[in-house]
């Protein structure tokens, strides 16, 4: 009787580490998606957590490899949207956020569940064509690293286990990639600075993150529930430029006597 009281609760606390959840069926795994309009679906894995526990969701559409040290989100798909919406979405995928970059894409699906804390998922990879802007070489190298595999990175389930999105650092970096207000916790988790180009190639411009809400005081606020942010290290390098600006060194060289 107590073996099996042991192994019960074993069980009853391993329940929340299960990893599943969201399915993405569309796109499909390799799948050759027309810039333009990106169409998303998704379904129960069958494994726990069900759709049914999970409230709202957020989609990004990223580039890059396993590793959240090589990803790049690209633009938002949908934010703190309803599950009980519905099991599709889709958005616009600008010509301009990225190369043409084979099997580099995939979504990831960050979903709150009703119990705390968040599960992040990622759909299978896909290649977007007729894209025209440029994708990062981290990024780039470590898609070709995986050469050609069309699965996307491995789930990340911190649903109910203490540490949710906002209170401990889940493997490989994932905790930085979730949208800051879908975090709970005593600490939160900011997004590295991504390194800026050395030249412009897209005209219109769409924000990497969604924009917060906001609340004006009127009166005194409650004490702050959060304790610290912390920001992703920085993990891009870029090449010195031996004169990046010729004009202001003439300008310096007028000084030095």
Known sequence: MRLRTSALSVLAALTPYVLADVEVTTPAAGGQIPVGTLNIEWQDSGVAPALSALTSYTIQLVVGGNEATSQTPLITCANAALFSAGSSASCVVPAGVAGPTVNGFFLQFTSVASEGGTVINYSNRFTITGMTGTTGAAQAQAVTALGGATAGPPTQNNVNNG????????????????????????????????????????????????????????????????????????TMSAAAQSNPNPDMAKYLARWKD
């Open 163 to 234: 540490q949710a999105a906002g209170g401990g650092a889940a493997a490989g970096g994932a905790e930085f990639t979730v949208p800051y207000n879908l975090q709970t916790g005593l600490t939160k988790y900011a997004p590295m600075q991504p390194v800026p180009p050395t030249k412009m190639t897209v005209n219109n411009y769409t924000p990497l993150y969604p924009t917060s809400a906001y609340t004006v005081a009127t009166t005194w606020m409650p004490l702050p529930s959060i304790a610290t942010t912390l920001t992703a290290s920085q």
